[in-house]
């Protein structure tokens, strides 16, 4: 085990000064280790015959038995576990657990998977493996997990301090190359997976964002996410322990992290086209910082037709065009893109253009007027004012309270209404 207390003398716990020249960690071991060392499950069989064994629960049930019965049954070995049925609440299983010298009862639920708590499995013993991992590493390193976020590697290599490629190659040169320590041996199991996991951190460290475009602030996205193999953390550099859901994953811009890290990332998700897979009902700021643009590139293309070729139409944005081709070019913009044909040679009707706008807005996940600040944009309306002085600071500040991509969508779009 390492010792963690005198992590000075081990490369893989990152160890960093503030008079000292940062230099990037190797993913960090201590926690890879102890999920190594904890108990193996050990299903304690039931020799006799049981009356109403639920058809989801091997030879580990045991039926009703009291919790000293249980108990004594699994002093043997630690990491044992059985399955009974309360004698309190018949009908309500338990499962009884043997770590850390004590026998540990948890309420056992089964809704096609089984669980005890927010993660589920395809069978008891996975559940079992992964809870005696987790007991196991919030025991031994409960002190060092409340500490992980403390100097993150995400500070200096994340993808918002590095965007040169010179000042990447100074920072993640030693990551890169084998360390000499006599520890080294134990690099060799998680090189590949340090390397996979720098490979997304070097992707986004090169992400660059053209001076002419805003650099609109937007929070991660991040879903409970089951990794497959060993995984580190790219926020803190820790390994993510368990057998599923390990921690959370960025839907939009594939950030890795774990649960309790995801609280302090920085809202500056950076979202890939190869995460963001559809146009129409993607959230507004998601869209356009992953097409690196200052509005949705629909709202910009839609409007740029319309007024190429359909200011004098007649009932413009009234008149509706035919669903079947507004949901043609629905689908053209989700396939295709900014590269999707809009052009007059394709659609003639200039109401298929506007209908496929307006059918944009309506499916924003977010609206373009923002929930929080509809209230506001009513109460403006209704402020009575001849000089129109209060009305116009009302509606200012009701302007302030929209996310930046969409207030300048709902400029841009209101200029076009206005032509």
């Keep these: 085990m390492i010792d963690f207390k005198s992590k000075k003398r081990n490369p893989f716990l990152f160890v960093s000064s503030d008079h000292d020249e940062y230099r990037p960690p190797v993913w960090k071991s201590y926690l890879y280790q102890l999920q190594q060392e904890a108990p193996h499950p050990r299903r304690l069989t039931c020799t006799c015959e049981v009356d109403n064994r639920p058809k989801y629960y091997g030879r580990e049930y045991h039926g009703m038995i009291s919790r000293e019965e249980a108990d004594q049954l699994l002093s043997q070995a630690e990491g044992s576990y059985l399955i009974r049925e309360s004698q309190r609440q018949p009908g309500t299983y338990t499962l009884a657990l043997r770590f850390g010298s004590q026998t540990r009862n948890f309420r056992l639920y089964h809704d096609g998977k089984h669980f005890v708590g927010e993660k589920r499995f395809e069978s008891i013993h996975d559940l079992v493996t992964d809870g005696l991992i987790t007991l196991y590493i919030e025991t031994k390193a409960a002190e060092y997990i409340a500490k992980m976020t403390i100097n993150p ?13 010179p000042t990447l190659k100074k920072h993640l040169g030693p990551v890169l190359s084998k360390p000499t320590s006599p520890a080294s041996a134990f690099w060799q199991p998680i090189k590949s997976f340090a390397l996979s996991q ?21 929070v991660h996205n991040f879903k409970v996410h089951t990794f497959r193999g060993p995984h580190w953390c790219e926020y803190c550099a820790n390994f993510m322990w368990g057998l599923i859901a390990q921690g959370v994953k960025c839907a939009d811009c594939g950030l890795n992290v774990h649960k309790q890290c995801s609280k302090v990332v920085p809202n500056d998700c950076q979202p890939d086209l190869r995460h963001v897979k559809k146009v129409y009902s993607c959230d507004l700021t998601t869209l356009v910082k992953a097409h690196n643009t200052k509005r949705p590139m629909v709202v910009d293309m839609c409007i740029q037709e319309i007024e190429a070729r359909g200011l004098q139409s007649e009932g413009l944005y009234r008149i509706s065009g035919f669903s ?24 003639e009707d200039i109401n298929i253009i506007t209908g496929a706008l307006k059918l944009y ?59």
Excluded: W
């Design 153 to 165: 590697i995400y500070e200096h290599v994340g993808y918002t301090t590095l965007n040169q490629e």
């Design 198 to 218: 720098l490979t997304s951190l070097v992707r986004r460290a090169t992400l660059r964002e053209s001076d002419m475009v805003p650099k609109y602030e937007k």
């Design 324 to 347: 079947e081709l507004v949901e043609d070019v629905k689908l053209a913009f989700d396939r295709d893109g900014e590269k999707a044909d809009i052009s007059s040679g394709v659609y």
């Design 361 to 419: 807005f309506r499916e924003l996940p977010i609206p373009l007027i923002t929930y929080d600040a509809y209230p506001r944009f009513i109460e403006s309306a209704k402020v009575t004012d001849p000089e129109k002085q209060k009305r116009l600071e009302s509606l200012h500040d009701a302007l302030k309270l929209l996310p930046p991509a969409h207030c300048e969508s709902l400029r841009y779009l209101m200029a076009h209404l206005k032509r």
